[in-house]
């Protein structure tokens, strides 16, 4: 009998591999290397340990639901909460001392992947509790009472989320929820409403960010709330086109007491924290929307071949037109692309340094397997938006995609609509630019030169990615130059969308090519080199409409045609 890996023991690649640098940092200086860094490599232990782990999720998702009447009703079956509890897959992040799985980054979020390609809704409340509850929050914490608190919560089953979006919105500095000291000091009193909480109507035990008000000015707090605690009401389930079956909740916290040492507290003077609680975020993110999203990729990809399998036109295979062929090899290209972009970003060592890079791989994932699934509707026709209650009425073959379109859609607004993601890529890179008073490059970006191990159309395409980069390092020395009061350039919200939207197609591009470039020996895929080429030359096309709409600025009077319209529109009828 073969032992079971080790899971505690980190991975071979981490103690022996180099760190992937942070695209982040080329994007900064306008330097990019000739060649392309060894693209990150999962090694053997990590894997096994990923693909077992798997397959037992597999089996006990397979035997306790079923995807189709999940969908259908709109709810998961009884008793499935306690099974999953007991199953300790709500620990898949999770160290030894909380009696969890202890999984890498990357094999969390293929688990993810794996569960949503079968059950959406499954794959998500994974998502929620490894990627933005307590568990994901808990390597943060220092070591005293609220961290043990929760350790053993997260031991005896407690399933978590984070309660952060509220009726006025998302993207909000201060929380209208407030944090109220009692007098004696030892407990804090919330009050407030929540909307949109992945595992609100379920939750033992939610972080809830709210806002304390103090002489000295306000503070932004991250209370964990006990969901039996007096006051902490679910007020409605909410329900979604996609995602059928996801328990997600408003609530109202009206009076809730929660122990000074379970809050977590920081003064207005420490203006990282909400960047540090969004890098904390930052993977489960990726397991909430990307790893759904990779998951919808790939089913289209392989619906894409079914159907093309039983489909002629005029007696002639659908497969053999040009136009099919094309649709096929993009659609090809994009799933490897966004598998790149994903292994980038979690694995090996550095991933704590590839901020940009995670940032971004949700928007590229979720934009990505958008296209392809309105690509595969395309080529489905009628069948492609058909439902399935409809298609197995007719004996037609019961592929969901109507209900995969529709999850696919709302990816793109979870953990946050997609443009604002691009808008804080945006200011991140340009808060660095103005740190460093938009500072020349140590070094010019040289020649054009370079790209071992690719053939001539990538090395072509790199060339072209190198040029960009430094392009856009040219760029945003030119705006901070032209705005010397951060606030102004900040202003121009459109600005900083495709300033996020540039970085994010060039460093998709760049991960393909590093992919293609075969740095590590005997691990290069089958046509990689096809598909990061034919990759490149759909982002290139994507890119120059980018730098079209950025060199365009400002433009015609966008804000203020809306603006006037606004103003009116009361007093129409």
Known sequence: ??????????????????PTPGFAAALETGLLGPEPPAFPEQDTQDRATGEATTARLDAFLRARLDPDQV???????????????ASGFLKLRLGPEADGLGLSPYNTFRAVEHAAGLCMPAGQ??????GVGAPALLPALPEGPLRDHLTERLAAGAVSGFALTEPAGQNNAWPGTTATRSADGTAYVLRGEKVFTGHGPVADLLAVAAT????????????????????????????????????NGALRLDGVEVPAEHVVRHAPE?????????DVLLDGQLYFTAAPALAIARLCRRWSAEFLARRTVNGRPLIEYDAIQRLVADTLA????????????????????????RLTAKNLAVRTAWRIVDRTVSLYGAEGVETLPS????????????RRMRDARGLRIAGNVDFQLDAQAGRRLLTRYYATDGAEPAAVAGDTAGGAGLGAANRAHLAAVREQVARFHATCRELVAAHPRQEELFEKEHTLILLGRIGAELFASYAVLARAAGANPGNVDED?????????????????????????????DHAGLGRRWLAGFADRP
Not at 125 to 130: G, I, R
Not at 270 to 278: G, T
């Open 334 to 357: 994009e799933v490897h692309a966004v598998d790149s972009v994903i292994r980038w970003g979690l694995i090996g060592p550095g991933a704590e340094d590839r901020w940009f890079e």
């Open 270 to 278: 420490d203006p990282r924290f909400s960047e540090r609680m969004a």
């Open 1 to 18: 009998m073969t032992a079971a890996p080790d899971v505690t023991a980190p991975p071979a690649s981490d103690l022996t591999a180099p």
């Open 125 to 130: 409340m994974l998502a929620v509790q490894a």
């Open 71 to 85: 969908d259908l009703t709109g709810a998961l079956p009884d008793g499935f909460l306690d099974d999953l509890r």
């Open 212 to 247: 304390e008000h103090t002489p000295e000015g306000r503070r932004l707090c991250v209370c964990f709330v006990d969901t039996s605690a007096a006051g902490f009401e679910v007020t409605s389930s909410i329900e979604f086109a996609g995602s059928r079956g996801l328990p």
């Open 391 to 402: 298609k197995l009425r007719r004996g037609a073959p019961p592929v969901p995609l109507e």
């Open 528 to 556: 990689a080199g096809t598909l990061a080429e034919v990759y490149c030359v759909e982002a290139g096309h994507r890119l120059a409409g980018l730098w079209r709409r950025l060199t365009a600025e400002p433009g015609p």
